[in-house]
């Protein structure tokens, strides 16, 4: 149910942090950054100052172009199938499908038989395109008076969300994914039962709030359930039962629901998911419902975008015009989100996905076997959705066959006709490049117990270029280094293509770096700093790793040089320090192996993450015995290597025991 990390799918980024953790702890080097990407051939963009003679938008031209890209594109990545539908002008232009539905393969439950997918048959699970849904119903209690979405969200709930600061969170901003919520993983995707109950899913360990609301776009499948279940207590109606009744079955979307497992008439219709090997996964249970369960026909989809276009293609509008209008302009204004303002922006659901100087609204999503894109021309009446029923062999290529059908779709149809000036400085331009250098993080992420981990991976580190570029490495949504260049105040363009970031800064320092609608960059804290936690970790458990080889080593040693054991004095001190030299390595490990569990959308229980925290705790604590140890060993003259020993233990106990304080490993709080 993620919208997809862009450029790094959120799954494969998560399980890139399991695999650098297993690395810094058995190399006790560096944190491994995972194999490079398989990256596709994607069509060349149309330049944004190159007019160009746009193909006609029919059935057979389009046919034609979809029919040169995606069999091709699937035999080339091993995805297993793909179902588009584009619609214009209030009616479904194409419903096309290509490749597998079921590969007749790679799973016991197999029917033994290829079936080509049918776009009009086939179910496929949309993931976050799930939350247009939700946003569609939240806005029709809007429409008839029901809800406020700019109250706080404490006037519609039976439960209290944590709040950290005292301004109100409202819809507004449960929408545009800026109620300031960490990130939550438990229970995100799961194969077992049904769909669970939404209020206790939401209510029971909620995340923090760790931005203030309105000020940070970080995504958010919290925040949109929750909206979803307001629509639930406000209608008194189950999310499942009223968006079938109100959004789905009056959109004419007869084969959809937010149903889990799926109901018998449209059990067998499902198509199966496939992981990188082949194999077909389970039927998805998605633990926050509104966020991401839908499941649903291209063709379904394409009745959908037309009525967000504002066609009735069931049983009537789902929304006026002025609230269908409402939803599909910016939500939030530099009031709150300062100069990122200029930048993309969520509107009330939907994301700025302009592209060739159009507007584009559009949300992608994915589940841990589908990967979905939907988009809509609000002006020209338009749309495309594409989904995959499988991630392909490479780590990015769903993102990159999604991008080349959108992307190819809008350069054929719909190409740009003219330039977009630069307008600022070179020296004013150098100034803000040199305020945007640095390290940074996703704002998608967790900020209050052990999974604040995940912020050593994935960083960017931005540098100046040419003296008034910027360069990005890795660019966002870009598995690459990217260029920039500055083309309004705080506003920057990618250099020959289209991407625009915005950026906020404070005392001539970026604070913020937004890149998509709901995806933003934080600068990295200077004791958080690769320079600063690489070195010390690395050489904390080399010292560690050293030491308890030393053990059997030393006392091989002993034994065939007839050498005697030492005396007993300081026999405490060493005896503790060797309990917490074991305790901080294993719990080092521990926290790796929990992490790769975390990552794989597996559970940790309670009790063996304690268990981690309390052997970090003993290593922690055992500064102390390591401090007398030394103090001991100098007082006594033991010799230089027994004393050079003792401090390098000491001083690696401290560094983990650093590294735990600082990234919140021994926090109370172990809900993830």
Not at 59 to 81: F, K, M, N, S, Y
Not at 151 to 168: H, I, Q
């Amino acid at each position: 149910m993620f919208r997809h990390d862009p450029a790094r799918s959120r799954a494969f980024r998560l399980r890139r942090l399991g695999a650098a953790l297993v690395a810094a702890v058995a190399v006790a080097t560096a944190a491994g950054c995972g194999a490079a990407p398989t990256v596709l051939s994607v069509p060349t963009p149309t330049a944004p100052g190159v007019p160009a003679d746009p193909a006609a938008l029919n059935a057979a031209d389009v046919d034609a172009w979809l029919d040169g890209l995606l069999p091709a594109a699937l035999q080339r990545t091993g995805i297993p199938g793909a179902t588009v539908a584009v619609v214009r002008d209030g009616e479904i232009l194409t419903a096309r499908g290509y490749g597998h539905a079921d590969t007749g393969s790679g799973s016991g439950s197999g029917s033994g038989q290829a079936v080509p997918v049918d776009p009009d048959r086939h179910l496929f699970r949309v993931g976050s395109v799930a939350k247009l849904v939700t946003a569609v119903a939240v806005l029709q209690l809007v429409q008839s008076g029901d809800l406020d979405l700019d109250a706080d969200v404490d006037e519609y709930l039976d439960f209290t969300v944590p709040r950290r600061y005292d301004e109100p969170v409202t819809l507004r901003h449960l929408l545009t994914h800026t109620a300031g919520f960490e990130e939550r993983i438990a229970g995100l995707i799961g194969s077992d039962g049904n769909s669970p109950d939404l209020r206790t899913v939401l209510a029971t360990d909620p995340p923090e709030q760790i931005y203030r609301p309105g000020t940070v776009p970080a995504y958010s499948n919290y925040s949109n359930a929750l909206a979803g279940y307001i629509v639930e207590r406000v209608s008194g109606t189950r999310f499942e039962e009223y968006v079938d009744r109100h959004v789905l079955a009056r959109a004419g979307m007869a084969s959809s629901t937010f149903a889990q497992p799926l109901p018998p008439p449209l059990a067998d219709r499902v198509a199966k998911g496939y992981d990188a090997a082949g194999v077909a996964g389970p039927f998805e249970i998605v633990g926050t419902v509104p966020a991401g369960a839908l499941s649903a026909p291209a063709t379904d989809m394409a009745r959908f975008m037309l009525a967000l276009t504002g066609e009735t293609v069931g049983e009537g509008p789902l929304l006026d015009l002025p609230t269908r209008e409402l939803m599909q302009r910016p939500a939030l204004d530099a009031t709150s989100l300062g100069t990122l303002a200029d930048g993309p922006r969520m509107t009330l659901g939907l994301f700025e996905e302009d592209r060739n100087g159009r507007r584009i609204l559009g949300h992608g999503g994915d589940t841990k076997y589908f990967h979905s894109h939907l988009q809509i021309y609000p002006q020209e009446r338009a749309g495309i959705f594409v989904s995959l029923n499988g991630g392909g062999r490479g780590g990015f290529d769903s993102h990159e066959l999604r991008q080349a059908v959108v992307n190819g779709f809008a350069d054929r149809y719909f190409p740009a006709t003219s330039d977009r000036p630069t307008g600022v400085d070179a020296e004013t331009s150098a100034a803000h490049a040199a305020a945007a250098a640095g390290t940074y993080t996703e704002s998608r992420g967790i900020g209050s117990n052990f999974l604040t981990l995940i912020g050593l991976v994935g960083r960017t580190t931005v540098s100046v270029a040419d003296d008034n570029r910027l360069l990005f490495a890795p660019g966002p949504l870009s598995a690459t280094p990217v260029l920039y260049e500055e083309v309004a105040p705080w506003v920057w363009r990618e250099v020959g293509g289209q991407r625009t970031i915005a950026m906020r800064a404070t005392d001539d320092r970026v604070t913020a770096i937004s890149y998509d609608s709901a995806f933003t960059l934080l600068p990295v804290e200077p004791a958080r700093a690769t320079a600063v936690v690489l070195p010390v970790l690395g050489v904390s458990v080399l010292v560690l790793a050293l030491t308890v080889l030393s053990w059997p080593f030393g006392a091989l040693v002993r034994r065939v040089l007839g050498r005697p054991r030492r005396d007993r004095a300081g026999r405490t001190a060493r005896v503790l320090s060797r309990v917490a030299v074991a305790g901080a390595l294993l719990a080092l490990i521990g926290w790796a192996v929990s992490v790769v569990t975390i990552m794989g959308l597996q559970d940790v229980s309670a009790a063996s993450l304690r268990t981690v925290q309390a052997l970090q705790l003993i290593g922690l604590l055992g500064v102390l015995p390591a401090t007398m140890r030394l103090v001991d060993d100098v007082r006594r003259r033991v010799g230089w290597h027994r004393i050079t020993a003792s401090a390098l233990i000491l001083l690696a106990l401290a560094g983990t025991g650093w590294f735990a304080v600082e990234f919140m490993l021994l926090a109370p709080n172990i809900s993830y």
